[in-house]
């Protein structure tokens, strides 16, 4: 593939024999990284769309290179996709990062003309996903993610930025590609099907409803407004639990000493309940394999993420509120409350968006296809039947605990234990 990366890309695709050279070539990472006594290369890109690198070096020390190429990784120079992508995620983690230095990766560099990031290395860190499929619980993950929405909501929207610094950025944050695959993917395509989706045979009636579903697709044509109109904040933009990674306290599984929030390059100026209903949609088919394997404290577990993040979200954004807005004139505890009540019920709209895609849509997850098919009919069944009622019951009471409560249910009623 590399080579034919060669002949399809503008600029020097990276390999694992020349990472040394290129890091040689780059000044800025000469502090981080000995590039005479590069002890290791791999290639760790288990994503679809870049090329990802860890190097070491003989004392130990570690760097990621990230590049994008002019395509899909995965499909290969056929599915054309702008390497502007990388200034995305190189935007989006300098500003991030200064807003919530422990809740990403630190950005050592980026090369705008081989579209290449250099990157904090995250080895001792687990993609939160993978973990949560093996049964591990990270608690403070998801407490720590409410926070980084929290501060990146505040951060970079008019409340947290001077004006003029913030149309500079929305400006140089549009990412048209990247927001039009979300577009395709998230909002249009689980209900018209453009020959991309896929489900069980056994799962095929629940699809076929879902897609009927006028209330459900009425739904989803509001969320896709206001995903493509509501420019509040720069948003992460891909907030699943696998653009989380995690690092257990030495000797505790169980809990978290560090949380990162990775891979920003669909990071664009949107709604902010978007990247908190992308994590609640996750935590939901979290709970669905739980389910489907018959544990049903780990499931309750996993849903009762939803109010954690959100309590984290809200404690945050009210603590920066008060430690001061940009121009506080107009913006008064009126617009606060009305902020969050809004960002509350929408986080149930994104996160039905976020849950049907990822069963009935090209892109699915580890925790739901890992599972036997038997078991996986029902918990598929259960997801999309939760993401049916939180459109219904969004405005009803919208506390988190009652989405949770909601899908528990529902959850529990679709499961099939072979
Ligand atoms: N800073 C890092 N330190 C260690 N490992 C990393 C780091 N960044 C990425 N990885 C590993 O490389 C994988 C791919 O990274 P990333 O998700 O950023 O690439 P991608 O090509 O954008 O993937 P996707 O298809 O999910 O968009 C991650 O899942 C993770 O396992
Ligand atoms: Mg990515």
């Known amino acids: 593939m590399t080579t034919d990366a060669a002949l399809e890309a503008p600029y020097e695709i990276l390999t694992p024999q020349s990472a040394a050279a290129y890091v040689r070539s780059r000044p800025g990472l000469a502090s981080r990284i000995d590039a005479d006594d590069i002890g290791s290369v791999r290639e760790i890109g288990d994503g679809n769309l870049n090329l990802v690198f860890v190097l070491t070096d003989g004392s130990g020390r570690g760097l990621v290179l990230k590049q994008a190429l002019p395509y899909v990784r995965l499909v290969g120079p056929s599915w054309r996709l702008t390497p502007d992508r990388a200034r995305h995620e190189a935007e989006a983690l300098r500003l991030h990062g200064q807003l919530a230095p422990d809740l990403v990766p630190q950005l050592y560099d980026y090369d705008p003309d081989r579209y290449v990031l250099a990157i904090e290395d995250l080895s001792d860190h687990r993609v939160w996903r993978t973990a949560l499929n093996d049964g591990l619980r990270h608690d403070g993950a998801a407490e720590a993610m409410g926070r980084y929405v929290a501060a990146v909501a505040f951060g970079t929207s008019v409340l947290g930025m001077d004006a003029a610094d913030r149309a500079s950025t929305l400006a140089a944050a549009v990412n048209p590609e990247l927001c039009l695959i979300t577009e395709d993917l998230v909002f249009t395509e689980p209900y018209v099907d453009a020959g991309r989706n896929s489900v069980l045979p056994a799962n095929e009636a629940d699809a076929a409803e879902l897609a009927a579903d006028r209330t459900m697709v009425d739904a989803m044509g509001q969320a896709k407004w206001t995903f493509m109109t509501r420019a509040e904040a720069l948003l ?179 499961a099939t234990r072979g």
């Open 236 to 414: 992460h933009g891909d907030l699943h639990t696998g653009s989380v990674m995690v690092r257990a306290v030495d000797g505790d599984e169980g809990r978290v000493d560090s949380v990162r929030a990775f891979d920003s390059e669909f990071a664009f100026y949107g709604p902010v309940a978007f990247d908190l209903g992308a994590l609640w949609g996750n935590y939901v088919i979290a709970a669905a394999r739980a389910t489907a394997l018959g544990d049903d404290e780990r499931a309750a577990w996993a849903l009762g993420l939803c109010t954690r993040t959100w309590d984290a979200f809200e404690a945050g954004f009210r603590e920066a509120w008060t430690d001061g807005r940009v121009d506080p004139r107009m913006f008064g505890d009126d617009l606060r409350e009305h902020l969050l009540a809004t960002w509350r019920a929408e986080a149930w709209l994104f996160g039905a968006a976020k849950m049907t895609r990822r069963i009935v849509g090209l892109a699915k997850t580890t925790d739901i296809e890992t599972l036997p098919p038997p078991l996986r009919e029902g918990a598929a069944r259960g997801v999309l039947r939760t993401a049916r009622r939180w459109v219904r019951e969004r405005g009803v009471d919208s506390t988190p605990r009652r989405a949770e409560d909601v899908a528990g249910e529902l959850l529990a009623a679709t």
